[in-house]
């Protein structure tokens, strides 16, 4: 397998420096990624204007944000190794094509079906653009400093992404309207996907294995089912028959994918892989740092518009200083992670996420309860930024290249998976709360409690052994 782009050097100082072609990868990729991250938050204020506009009922325009989350949860791990076995930059190119023109299609829609489809064939396109750019990304940049600056620049662009869709979606409804909001995003595709063809390397697997395709009509099919009922009962409740009867079809298949995984030649999902007690724990605090983290976001929007009566506009400028701040952690996180290890850094950012949410429980009806709100989630979005990538680096350290999609894949399911159940799961408790603001405290009291318990629990689970080389190896899943 060729990839080929120049190894980046050692500055004198010992910091890694990367050359002009390795910055100009980055950019594309990042690019990339920010675009998608863009498109999960720059709707979320224009709902209120774009359900009138197309003739959707309220209890209708959660659709607009499942139709995203479906595809691009639901075919991660299967375009991860599709771009393993048939080409990552060919894929990525495939799926920034499509990304662009459902956008042009979500931007002019006439009615509510053209504009869910559009929504769903965005997510398609991010289900190939997310998994093949990250292996793009850790099979470019090699395991050590390099990747580790390369994967903290990631983070801070996708967390920026998230951050600045919600300031530029209010600002550009107010001014433009919603549709602007589509075509931000088309913009964006248009401008990455010239510039990608002559500067990513193709990379694929050696050999040339068959599709394991019960694995992945098994493991496509209870992702969707199971992201499909956890964004219904966002709206519905989890006592809806359809809601139930959807989880429990899901979790079935995906036991069965487990099952099939466990038996077949060329699996789609190594299970040694999932044995590792890096890819298993390490994806644990990933998805409890997303899913956590977007729930507090959730549950402060409704906070801040509601019951402090900010306007979309100043409730932005709340989330943008939450950006900054996220960005500020993004260039010291590769330091951090250098000095002390992915691991300990992952453990100590999901504890300092824990602790900040446990602040937000200070926040009440008053006017100062802003600058709380403001100090203790981007003190907490910069531990949750550190988290993000200690956990990529963790789950992605050790693997082989040609493994890296799979690996990438697992690490960016578990990113979208997070963003989508957060919500469904413990943000339906304050919009269902008969008292808003006791809702969000129960919300956040929960939620404190599960990213603390999940730090204790990847602390002991992360436990590490010296290798007779010296170097720190990770243990198989069920060792002493």
Not at 290 to 298: G, H, Y
Not at 392 to 406: R, W
Request: charge should be positive; proline fraction near 5%; glycine fraction near 12%.
């Amino acid at each position: 397998m060729a990839i080929d782009t120049k190894s980046p050097t050692a500055s004198p100082g010992g910091r890694t420096a990367l050359s002009p072609r390795d910055r100009l990868v980055l950019f594309v990729l990042c690019a990339a990624q920010f675009m998608v991250a863009l498109d999960f938050s720059v709707l979320n204020v224009a709902l209120p204007l774009l359900g009138p506009d197309l003739g959707m009922s309220p209890s209708a325009l959660q659709w607009a944000v499942t139709a995203f989350a479906l595809p691009s949860g639901g075919f991660l791990l299967l375009f991860g190794r599709v771009g393993d076995l048939y080409g990552r930059r060919r894929l990525f190119l495939a799926g920034l094509a499509l990304f662009g023109v459902a956008s042009v299609l979500a931007t002019f829609a006439w009615d509510p079906a053209s504009f869910l489809a559009g929504r769903a064939l965005q997510g398609l396109g991010a289900a190939a653009i997310v998994p093949t750019g990250m292996s793009l990304l850790t099979t470019t940049f090699p395991e050590g400093p390099a990747r580790d600056r390369a994967l903290g620049v990631s983070g801070t662009v996708l967390s920026l992404g998230f951050t600045f869709g919600m300031v530029a979606g209010g600002v550009m409804t107010d001014a433009l309207g919603w549709r602007s909001t589509m075509g931000l995003l088309a913009v964006f595709a248009l401008l990455v996907l010239p510039l990608a063809p002559g500067l990513l390397p193709e990379s694929r697997t050696p050999e040339r294995p068959r599709l394991d395709v019960p694995g992945a009509i098994t493991v496509t099919g209870g992702l969707l089912a199971v992201i499909y009922a956890l964004s219904t009962a966002a709206e519905r409740g989890f006592g809806g028959a359809d809601v139930i009867g959807t989880l429990v079809v899901g979790l079935a298949l995906l036991v069965a994918f487990v099952r099939v995984e466990s038996r077949a030649k060329e699996p789609l999902v190594s299970l040694p892989m999932l044995r590792r007690r890096t890819v298993a724990w390490g994806n644990l605090g990933g998805l409890v740092t997303f899913s956590m983290m977007s729930t507090v976001v959730f549950v402060l929007t409704l906070y801040l518009q509601e019951t402090l009566e900010l306007s979309a506009f100043e409730t932005g400028l709340v989330f943008g200083t939450q950006g900054v701040l996220s960005a500020v952690a993004g260039t010291y996180a590769p330091r951090v992670i250098g000095r002390f290890g992915a691991r300990r850094t992952l453990v100590v950012s999901l504890a300092g996420q824990g602790l900040l949410t446990a602040a937000l429980l200070g926040i009440g009806e008053a006017g100062w309860s802003v600058w709380l709100a403001v100090s203790a989630v981007s003190l907490a979005s910069m531990c949750h930024l550190g988290a993000i990538i200690s956990y990529g680096l963790t789950v992605t350290s050790g693997v082989p290249d040609h493994e890296q999609g799979l690996a990438t894949g697992l690490v960016t399911s578990t990113q979208q998976v997070g963003i989508t159940v957060g919500i469904p799961l413990l943000g339906v408790l304050a919009t269902t709360s008969g008292d808003l603001l006791a809702g969000v405290h129960l919300v956040l009291a929960l939620d404190t409690a599960i990213v603390l318990a999940a730090a204790a629990l990847v602390a002991v689970g992360l436990r590490v052994r010296r290798g007779a080389s010296g170097t720190v190896e990770a243990q198989p899943l069920g060792s002493r």
